[in-house]
């Protein structure tokens, strides 16, 4: 997802205009083929000409765009080979387990080999009889020192009737097309198969582009008319929150959906496209894959062109840690829920049922009294779907998406509270205008001295960074929700807590606590932690999971209550515990909460939330 010093359009056409005035101008070609789909496998052949003399290192990456943890993509490529340009066997040294090194070339190096992939999300490749879907990471083997030469990949689809979706630059070629760079190349997710596209404009004049929807599912053409015409609806109010469409290189962006039983939820943004992923069908409502859709699309702007700058460029040989993903990720969750209810997409109650969680989390976090969102965005290469085997503890990391979207509903609040006429909107707008139009990578000082332009007060903006970005304090959310007549209240205030709801049942019938108690709870305090077994709640022998849940039921906050628990040492201990209030919060409308709205609180939410859909209307 690099950011190019010139527009990649115009690297293209470069690129395609002029013939190669030597060897060492010839782009770098791939031929990729499926001749055994049935079992995830894909042939691929990399040439590069006008190789200098000595060693060639070629090699797979081991991380991707858009995420920030590790994924070790050598793994699934074998049978590797390679040739000269007289076709000449030439010998492969693997000195470490991501590439190798070809000598003895005569200034062409042709390598074949096998890829396996069968795991469809925005990270991987799957290949099988219905698609092939690529990552580009996943999928390419390239070579140090060829990052700016030009890239030529022809596809040979496993079925006839399979068509591409990609971002990538047809060629006059059927099955070729051109990359400016690798960069670009490795930006840009390839889907093969047989998929219905819909496609329409936007903008005027210059800013005219086509959005595309290629969606594979096993549904019906009016399945995808129905989701088109959802996101037809929706991606005006993405315009209007930055206030122009970005520069999509090649007049378009495309929606990559893959909508099938085998795959694996997800979204992926990318400079021209994205790619989203999941089994549930298109079938009506679609609101998880509208979400999703809204969310990487929000990406178009903060992310791909409104930039970190610990991302420029990306290393495709480790991790890319940057302490802006509360920014990057957070305020891109915060806007996404918010654009569809604003696009009349979902209703006020909706939304704030999905905000209530996020709230919620975010609040209730352990992790969250340890560290604040920048600390939280450098922890991603733990946790960003590459976790370990041993479990990151829940004291440890509080996921930077819902932290950050907090952080956003936090300032947005705040600045329409403290500076009348000013919006999160206008934040946002103005840091398209200085980093992200202009393609210019910012750090942590470029935010904090936006927000002090923006609201003409440097103290407010040094204040908030200092406590609820590299701190971790949220300013008070009650009143500054009541602005818009909605209340923050205790969502089950008559249940008791002790610490955990959940409990899972093992294989021999034992009922055993399914997650970590938070510090401070009265089964924290008990020593009892994730996997103990509880013996009984309350004098009543628990045999079940309904038992469990039935003892919770009966505890009133402010009464003790005795335990019996097997921790893993195998020794049956016995606690009495202090019954709280469940601290789970939610957030409602005021009249919904039987308080008078107020014609000032009415029109501030019409201002903020938009008009949505009527309360009495089903989401459709």
Do not use: C
């Amino acid at each position: 997802m690099r950011i190019l010093t010139r527009p990649a359009a115009l690297l293209l056409a470069l690129a395609a205009a002029a013939p190669a005035s030597a060897e060492t101008d010839a782009p770098v070609s791939y031929d990729i083929s499926f001749p055994d789909a049935a079992h995830h496998q894909a042939r691929i052949v990399a040439t590069w000409r006008g190789v200098p003399a000595g060693p060639l290192r070629v090699q797979m990456s081991r991380s991707s765009p858009g995420r920030y943890a590790l994924h070790e993509f050598a793994k699934n490529v074998y049978a590797v080979s390679a040739t000269d340009g007289a076709g000449r066997a030439l010998p492969l040294e693997r000195t470490d387990p991501y590439g190798w090194r070809v000598a003895g070339h005569d200034g062409t190096v042709r390598v074949s080999y096998t890829l396996y992939g069968d795991r469809g999300d925005g990270t991987y490749a799957q290949i099988d009889t219905t698609h092939a879907h690529l990552n580009m990471p996943a999928t390419i083997l390239w070579a140090t020192g060829y990052d700016d030469r030009p890239i030529d990949l022809t596809f040979t689809p496993a079925a006839p009737d399979w068509t591409v979706a990609t971002q990538l630059a047809a060629t006059n070629t059927p099955g070729r097309y051109r990359a400016a760079n690798l960069q670009y190349l490795m930006d840009s997710p390839t889907e093969l198969s047989r998929h219905d596209v819909r496609e329409w404009q936007v903008g005027d004049g210059a800013d005219r582009y086509t959005i595309r929807l290629a969606v594979h599912h096993p549904g019906t053409p009016a399945d995808a008319d129905r989701f088109a015409a959802q996101i037809k609806a929706l991606v005006p109010q993405h315009r209007a929150l930055f206030g122009e469409w970005p520069r999509f290189d090649h007049g378009s962006y495309t929606f990559i959906a893959d909508y099938m039983p085998q795959a694996s939820g997800d979204g992926m943004e990318h400079r021209n496209s994205t790619i989203v992923t999941g089994t549930a069908p298109l079938h009506g409502g679609n609101a998880d894959q509208l979400g999703t859709v809204a969310h990487e699309f929000v990406h178009a702007w903060n992310v791909e062109r409104l930039r970190p700058a610990e991302l420029e460029p990306f290393d495709f040989t480790r991790a890319n840690p940057t302490p802006s993903l509360w920014f990057a990720e957070g305020f891109t969750q915060y806007y996404g829920p918010l654009l569809i209810h604003r696009a009349a997409l979902s209703t006020t109650d909706a939304w704030l049922s999905g905000m209530s969680r996020t709230l919620d989390a975010v609040v209730n976090a352990p992790a969250r009294q340890l560290a604040g969102p920048m600390e939280m965005s450098l922890r991603a290469p733990f946790a960003d779907a590459a976790t370990s085997i041993d479990p990151v503890s829940p004291n440890v990391f509080l996921s930077y998406y819902p932290y950050g979207a907090v952080v956003a509903l936090a300032l947005d609040l705040s600045l329409r509270r403290q500076f009348p006429g000013l919006t999160l909107d206008d934040y946002m707008r103005l840091l398209w205008r200085t980093h992200g139009r202009t393609e210019k990578p910012y750090v942590t000082a470029d935010l904090r001295a936006a927000l002090a332009t923006l609201t003409g007060d440097a103290a407010f903006a040094d204040r908030f960074f200092a406590q609820t970005v590299e701190g971790h304090a949220l300013p008070d959310m009650a009143p500054l929700l009541a602005q818009a007549g909605l209340v923050l209240r205790p969502a089950h205030p008559a249940h008791g807590w002790i610490g955990t709801r959940t409990a899972t049942a093992t294989a021999d019938g034992a009922v055993t606590l399914a997650s970590a108690p938070p510090p401070g709870s009265p089964l924290y305090a008990a020593g009892a932690d994730k996997g103990d077994r509880i013996v009984a709640l309350g004098g009543t022998p628990l045999a079940t999971v309904a038992d469990w849940d039935a003892a919770l039921a009966r505890l009133a906050p402010g009464s003790d209550v005795a335990l019996r628990f097997v921790p893993r040492d195998g020794r049956e201990r016995q606690a009495m515990l202090r019954v709280r209030s469940d601290p789970a919060l939610e957030v409602v409308r005021a009249e919904a909460a039987g308080v008078p709205l107020t014609a000032a609180q009415r029109r501030f939410r019409q201002a903020w939330l938009g008009t949505g859909q009527q309360e009495t209307t089903v989401q459709r």
